[in-house]
Antibody
Framework: QERLVESGGGWVKPGGSLRLSCAASGFTFSDYYMGWIRQAPGKGPEWVSYIITSSLYTNYADSVRGRFTISRDNAKNSLSLQMDNLRPEDTAVYYC???????????WGQGTLVTVSS | EIVLTQSPGTLSLSPGDRATLSCRASRSVSSNYLAWYQQKHGQSPRLLIS???SRAFGIPDRFSGSGSGTDFTLTISRLEPEDFAVYYCQQYGDSPRTFGQGTKVEI
């Protein structure tokens, strides 16, 4: 059974950095695009970033481009999101997702909360 | 970007009722690339429908999706107690992929 488990969330001051990780199991990780989606309190989800199987292409929402970096390690079945220069508006639950080739998201982790506040 | 507007914001119904949720796009969604998700309180979203009308694996047939262009509908034929949740639509016909703000189905 497919499983995605995020870690690395927490509280950070504006301008700080955090690195989120996602451990995948129950499917052939290297066969799938992967991504991150966030959801601010009381809001709808917002797509953040995705990475293709080979890592040769990544894409980001305009709101995070230049500050966030997505990466993956197919040998370790893991996905990461390096978040730098964090802003209060980045406060959200961040979900690791299995991305069906740039379309919909068919599996979601349980999420990890990131709080950016002074 | 394509803006998705869901209505109503809240739907108050009873078990056994029929629920009709709307998702309207600010411009046409190509190839009906629209998905629906269910999110129960304190949980992550779960995929229900892709391609506007194709149920995901394991989703009961009381859930159905329809529509094209700019107007899409999620119908729950007979509400079960476990169906009370927030529902989101998402388009993947244009970049960036975007979500609606959600419809809450409450008792």
């Amino acid at each position: 059974q497919e499983r995605l488990v995020e870690s690395g969330g927490g509280w950070v001051k504006p301008g700080g950095s955090l690195r989120l990780s996602c451990a995948a199991s129950g499917f052939t990780f290297s066969d799938y695009y992967m991504g991150w989606i966030r959801q601010a309190p009381g809001k709808g989800p917002e797509w953040v970033s995705y990475i293709i199987t080979s890592s040769l292409y990544t894409n980001y929402a305009d709101s995070v481009r230049g500050r966030f970096t997505i990466s993956r390690d197919n040998a370790k079945n893991s996905l990461s999101l390096q978040m730098d220069n964090l802003r209060p508006e980045d406060t959200a639950v961040y979900y690791c997702v299995r991305d069906r080739s740039g379309s919909y998201f068919d599996h979601w982790g349980q999420g990890t909360l990131v709080t950016v506040s002074s | 970007e394509i803006v998705l507007t869901q209505s109503p914001g809240t739907l108050s119904l009873s078990p056994g009722d029929r629920a009709t949720l709307s998702c309207r796009a600010s411009r046409s969604v190509s190839s009906n690339y629209l998905a629906w998700y269910q999110q129960k309180h304190g949980q992550s979203p779960r995929l229900l429908i892709s391609g506007a009308s194709s149920r995901a694996f394991g989703i009961p047939d009381r859930f159905s999706g329809s529509g094209s262009g700019t107007d899409f509908t999620l119908t729950i034929s007979r509400l079960e107690p476990e169906d009370f949740a927030v529902y989101y639509c998402q388009q993947y016909g244009d970049s960036p992929r975007t979500f609606g703000q959600g419809t809450k189905v409450e008792i």
